[in-house]
């Protein structure tokens, strides 16, 4: 019932968009670039990168205003953020242990699963701190939000009176004026098609433009044909085996916590218990699984005997990690101190990945390495013939087997509706004097991704201006257009005063529609507005509209039809609507005032050199 109003919430809601982690990999560490790095905007202290930047809009698409409303996002995440640190909100290891261990996405049955984890992380992280901190900084924001949200009381009387206006209908019926059934109205007459060209002279004027030859040298292309061998790619694996076999490990833990301000007796307490626990593991080995489960302080893994799955190289804190990879299948650790208190690890499986299982990854890797070492060579070679044999690109297409393509007209200025002419270098090239008049090649223009282009002038027209003979057409169809709304509005107008007057209702109406409030079956707003506007004490009542493309539209309403009664459910709905809408204009407030707080500078880099 209320689709409408739930797709228009502005709410900023905070998720936790993160996995649990066995609390073996916990350790906060700063995830920022060097302060000197260009950044995007800076809030207070705290600079906002590209990479944060994209970490925001991962799967999301990357159009200028999607990536200006994300940037917008996070400023104000950033500005809660200075604010609570101001105020010494702060989150506790604890808290951030519970909060990550309750995550049912990573949870089988109930309990945390370390294997989902560890396919998060590997994909998304570059380490359990990374992980961690964003865990933390997300928590943050939702303290901060937690007194604005869910906060407001709306009354009943608000409810009931909302609900009843958005499934309210009308029967309608409309008649339409368009721009040109007022054409025999305007004055198209030579006198004023030419009052008009010579009033907009600057309009009429083609600026100067050029057609352009060019050859494209481009790595992708390159890389199609380059086909490694079964040796090389074999050979590769054998040099590469630690970057490609992706060795996995999996172990299993006791973990007996240390509290980080414990005083030096007892911490050695703990270790003592640790030390004894080990020597009953050695001596029973296979009591291991069992012995976690009752000993064992990690929440993320006593449950499961310890077992924190499969995980790659630093995918640990640095001593656990060490203590793991130094490791045969079967063995136990000696005691191992960690930030978070004393461990006893049993290292119970390694799977590594065969030379079948990533051929095609070292194909692909190969591919591009032997392309790129093509593309600079070819690229020498490129510069050299574009200069060397610079009246043509004959001696580009011969030697580099590169196929000349032809543009259509490109003018200063304007972007190209080529995507690999649409660069200000390669207009800076094309009307260059070199190329222009002295009718030599371009020098390769690069363009990004490893692309050059090599561009020479085909044809070329300098800025003239147009005849009025030329344009004409297109001058006498602005001012029907222009005028003729003009008269359809005053018409329109002073059609609707006769109406609501009780004047002249013989019109030929159209088909009746029925329309509602949330579903005004594809009118445009300023119709459906003017529509649900009209006072309907006394019918018909009559509404009137200009739109955007110059017509004017009249609406009969003729039948008003009551909404049906909301159920508690739909009521309960839109209360809960209404309060996040009265929340989200004080949250507004509360940043409007941070702002005033905390400086917001832009950067540097501008969201284009972002992309």
Do not use: C
């Not at 689709?3 to 700063?30: D, M, R």
């Not at 003017?530 to 017509?551: C, I």
């Amino acid at each position: 019932m209320f689709e409408f109003v739930q797709n228009n919430k502005v709410f900023i809601q905070v998720v936790l968009g993160a996995v649990a982690l066995t609390f073996v990999g916990f350790g906060v560490g700063s995830y920022e670039a060097a302060s000197d790095d260009p950044y995007l905007a800076k809030v207070g202290s705290s600079k906002i990168y590209k990479r944060d930047l994209d970490r925001a809009l991962e799967g999301q698409p990357t159009d200028p205003a999607s990536r200006q409303a994300a940037l917008e996002n996070l400023i104000r995440q950033e500005l809660l953020l200075s604010d609570a640190h101001d105020r010494g909100v702060t989150v506790s290891p604890e808290q951030l242990r519970k909060v990550i261990a309750s995550i049912p996405a990573f949870q089988d049955n109930g309990k945390f699963s370390p294997e989902r984890y560890r396919e998060f992380l590997q994909n998304r992280y570059p380490s359990p701190e990374a992980f961690e901190t964003q865990v933390k900084r997300d928590l943050v924001l939702q303290s901060q939000l937690t007194g604005i949200a869910g906060t407001e009381f709306v009354a009943g009387t608000v409810v009931n009176r909302l609900a009843g206006l958005l499934d309210e209908g009308r029967e309608v019926r409309s008649l339409l004026l368009k721009p040109a059934d007022f054409a025999a109205e305007v004055k198209t007459d030579e006198a004023s098609l030419k009052a008009f060209y010579d009033a907009n002279l600057k309009r009429f004027r083609v600026p100067e433009r050029v057609k352009l030859d060019y050859v494209l040298l481009s790595q992708d292309a390159l890389a199609q044909g380059v086909k490694p061998s079964d040796a090389e790619l074999q050979k590769y694996y054998e040099e590469h085996k630690a970057e490609f076999s992706n060795e996995q490990r999996r172990a299993s833990h006791i973990l007996l916590t240390v509290a980080k301000d414990a005083k030096p007796e007892q911490k050695a307490k703990i270790k003592a218990e640790a030390e004894a626990l080990l020597k009953d593991v050695r001596a029973n080995p296979a009591r291991f699984a069992e012995l976690a489960k009752v000993k064992s302080q990690d929440p993320g893994s006593a449950a499961n005997g310890g077992d924190l799955g499969f995980f790659g190289h630093g995918m640990m804190v640095k001593p656990f990690d060490d203590a793991v990879f130094r490791m045969k299948p079967g063995q136990i650790s000696e005691v191992i101190e960690t930030e978070f208190g004393y461990h006893i690890i049993k290292l119970d499986e390694v799977k590594a990945q065969d030379f079948a299982e990533v051929k095609a990854a070292i194909a692909e890797k190969l591919q591009r390495q032997q392309a790129g070492s093509l593309f600079r060579s070819q690229a020498d070679k490129l510069t050299e013939l574009a200069y060397q044999q610079g009246d043509s690109l004959k001696a580009l297409q011969e030697q580099l087997k590169l196929q000349p393509q032809h543009s259509d007209w490109l003018s200063r200025g304007k972007p190209a509706a080529d995507p690999l002419l649409n660069s200000p270098k390669v207009l800076e090239a094309a009307f260059s004097e070199d190329v222009l008049k002295k009718k030599h090649n371009s020098e390769p223009v690069d363009i990004g991704n490893n692309r050059l282009l090599v561009v020479r002038v085909a044809e070329h027209q300098p800025e003239r201006q147009q005849s009025m003979d030329e344009v004409r057409d297109v001058i006498k169809a602005e001012l029907v257009a222009k005028e003729g709304a003009k008269l359809a509005e005053k018409k329109g107008q002073a059609l609707l005063a006769e109406l609501k007057a009780g004047k002249g209702d013989g019109k030929a109406w159209g088909e009746s529609k029925t329309l509602l409030r949330r579903d005004p079956a594809g009118l445009p707003i300023a119709d459906a507005r003017a529509v649900f506007a009209a006072q309907a004490g006394k019918l018909p009542a009559f509404a009137g509209a200009k739109r955007d493309n110059g017509e004017y539209a009249l609406y009969r309403i003729d039948k008003v039809i009551p909404a049906p009664a909301a159920s508690e459910a739909e009521r309960g709905q839109l209360s809960a609507i209404l309060g996040e809408m009265n929340a989200n204009a004080q949250l507004s407030s509360y940043l409007d005032t941070l702002r005033q707080k905390y400086s917001v500078t832009m950067g540097k880099q501008s969201l284009s050199d972002a992309q």
